[in-house]
């Protein structure tokens, strides 16, 4: 397979966020990341000194990007928090038929590697840069302090939930009725 003229770093990364994300952590192999990649053998661990674990956080870091960028974009030009929610929980249905992701990224990298503080905490940083965002959107959009935390926090536990049952029940309408479902 032939990868994209990114640099190999880059490469190292998207390869890790995709392979952890669909085979796990500890499903994934140095050798698996270095051929995914088409990267040299020394590469891995001239750009991640701690090897493996270095480039876990790496990509969850990456997939962490991503989401926000996606946040960004459902919250930009909407009129009211529930219309950036629920263009948010249609953008991540619609991703997740493009991709069939069975797992969130940060979950299978971070959750499902070595158990340690470092992989916890760097979830932690990740999941509450998420409800960061979302906060800021819901206050743009008029929310009060309070009311935009509780609001973003809560559209995260929807999202997470929702993301799984969509899984369980491979069906994306569990994504889009988010928002509805949680209204009635």
């Known amino acids: 397979m ?46 991640f000194p701690n090897g493996k674990s270095d480039l876990a956080l790496a990509a969850a870091t990456w997939a962490s990007d991503e989401m926000l960028r996606l946040i960004a974009a459902s919250f930009d030009g909407a009129d009211s928090f529930e219309d950036g929610a629920t263009t948010l929980c249609y953008k991540l249905a619609k991703l997740f038929d493009l991709t069939g992701w069975d797992t969130c990224p940060i979950a299978a990298t971070l959750f499902e590697g070595p158990d340690n503080t470092l992989f916890r905490d760097h979830a932690e940083h990740i999941y509450e840069g998420w409800i960061a965002e979302v906060h800021d959107h819901a206050a743009r959009l008029g929310l009060s302090e309070e009311a935009a935390h509780a609001k973003a926090e809560h559209l995260f536990i929807l999202i997470q939930g929702g993301w799984s049952l969509a899984r369980a029940r491979r069906s994306s309408d569990i994504l889009r009725g988010l928002i509805k479902r949680n209204d009635t």
């Open 2 to 47: 032939t990868k994209p003229a990114l640099p190999t770093k880059d490469r190292l990364i998207m390869s890790a966020a995709t392979l952890f994300r669909t085979r796990g952590y500890h499903g994934v192999g140095l050798a698996d990341l270095l051929a995914d990649a088409s990267a040299p053998k020394g590469s891995l661990y001239h750009h």
